[in-house]
């Protein structure tokens, strides 16, 4: 049975009518499990948006430095810079070893075919997703990537809670959708 709300403290005061029972399959955010899991230590973060494959490679001789990497979908063009935007010293002419690094966790995260059919391309056998790529090196504004980043983590130093978090507000809070 569908109800239907006809208060209009729940409609903004114009009396429409809501199918509640659709407004609450509609509200919920799909969340897609990851196709393996993966550790973070590397590759902390990773995600599909902007057009584009990015997110933050852990340095591996330097503690205090991060990789701001991305591939955009369809030209497929990368890019490479340190957290205090600085090119990437590997970065000549071929993806360097940061850019792999994030498509493999990226594999690991979403699935190749998920990856390869964001970044708009076709990959061999092999499964091997960056010599699939025919990109060039590209400037990119990495201090986008890098706020999504810190942003990411801090929401880590927040307490538990089953309150809605005001930057969260779309993700329902335990127990509110049933």
């Known amino acids: 049975m569908i109800e239907v709300v006809r208060d209009r403290s729940v409609t903004g005061g114009m009396g429409l009518d809501v199918d509640e029972a659709g407004w609450e399959r509609r509200s919920a955010v799909r969340i897609v499990p990851p196709a393996r899991p993966r550790k973070l230590a590397k590759v902390p973060f990773v995600e599909l948006a902007d057009g584009r494959l990015q997110g933050v490679v852990s ?26 935007n600085r090119p990437c010293g590997g970065l000549r002419g071929l993806p360097c070893k940061h850019l792999r690094a994030l498509a493999d966790e990226a594999v690991l995260q979403y699935g190749l075919e998920r990856v390869a059919r964001y970044l708009k391309v076709d990959v061999d056998e092999s499964g091997d997703l960056v010599s699939a790529l025919g990109g060039s090196p ?36 335990a127990g509110a959708v049933r």
């Open 59 to 84: 340095s591996g001789s330097d503690i205090s430095r991060v990789y701001v990497s991305s591939i955009s979908a369809g030209s497929h063009a990368y890019n490479c810079r340190t957290n205090n």
């Open 138 to 173: 590209e400037p990119s504004d990495a201090a986008v990537v890098f706020s999504r980043f810190l942003r990411h983590l801090s929401y880590l130093e927040l307490p538990g809670t089953t309150v809605p978090v005001p930057e969260l507000h779309w993700f329902p809070a």
